[in-house]
């Protein structure tokens, strides 16, 4: 595989698992301030006034009362409707939570006899790790009388990291431990950048040919 073959791979990046709900406020009798600064439905500021008001003013505009600050002196409680509000919160949040991504360390194991065609395959799922944001381990791991040639891991994971060399940062370069060496790296902060401009320059060198 050559190396500018890499950038065709294309994948999702990965999401969060989690799926937080937004708080809920306190709403109408809920409320348990006894006076409250109170917004009308428009943004008008109507000052501080006793709850029962407030709450009358809710009830005559058929809307609910909620404490959206609830931590001022005194709360800020405002006109709106509850329903709505709630729904737009939430969509704000799920949206937040796509544009998420947790960093998870992906491992890749080779042998210090791998030969060519498996660390080709194994490099492009290393590729499809890092285009998702996460760092990757390359791990050589060594068998019987394979530890009298750990030159051999660490030529095989040199050859690994020059590559890679222009989308990724070595966080932590080849060192041995036991039976295995290892190194860890992390995607470029300007992977995406890098990717996106091989493949314009890839298609302007597809139309020149035709």
Known sequence: MKKEDFISIRIRRGQAKTKPKPPKERINRQIQAKKVRLIS??????????LSKALHAAGEARLDLVEVSPNANPPVC???DFGAYYYKKERKMREARKKQHIVQTKEIKFTPTTEEHDLNFKLNHAIKFLKQHNKVKFTVRFRGRQLAHKDLGYNLLNTVLDYLDEIIE????PKSEGRTISTIVSPT???DNIIE???KEKEDEKILEE
């Open 41 to 50: 439905q428009e943004g008008k500021q109507i000052g501080i006034v006793p």
């Open 78 to 80: 405002k006109i709106l």
């Open 189 to 191: 902060k300007d992977i």
């Open 170 to 173: 070595i966080d932590s370069k």
């Open 197 to 199: 401009d091989f493949n």
